[in-house]
């Protein structure tokens, strides 16, 4: 990351594996730890936090690599923020 006057320049290759490193250490926390404080919160707030559900997508046949007007379905796992 990087300050120029008011432009702030940073990394997002590098800020993306920096999120990965901190959520893998907290997993992994989590799983040594599964009495702990924080592994509890985890368990209460979840649900509240993430919903997870599966979505059938049309995709178009220059995709799917079928004749033309043909659809095939790609399932996609989706997590989304619900409030």
């Not at 990394?11 to 040594?32: C, K």
Request: aromatic share 8%.
């Amino acid at each position: 990351m990087q300050v120029a006057g008011k432009a702030l320049t940073v990394d997002v290759g590098e800020m993306s594996q920096e999120v990965w490193r901190g959520i893998d250490r907290w997993m992994r926390f989590l799983e040594a730890n599964p009495g702990s404080s924080e592994a509890s919160n985890v368990e209460k707030y979840l649900p509240s936090l993430v919903r997870v559900r599966s979505v059938q997508v049309p995709v178009a046949p220059t995709f799917q690599g079928g004749p033309q007007g043909h659809f095939g379905n790609v399932t996609f796992t989706t997590i989304n923020k619900t409030s």
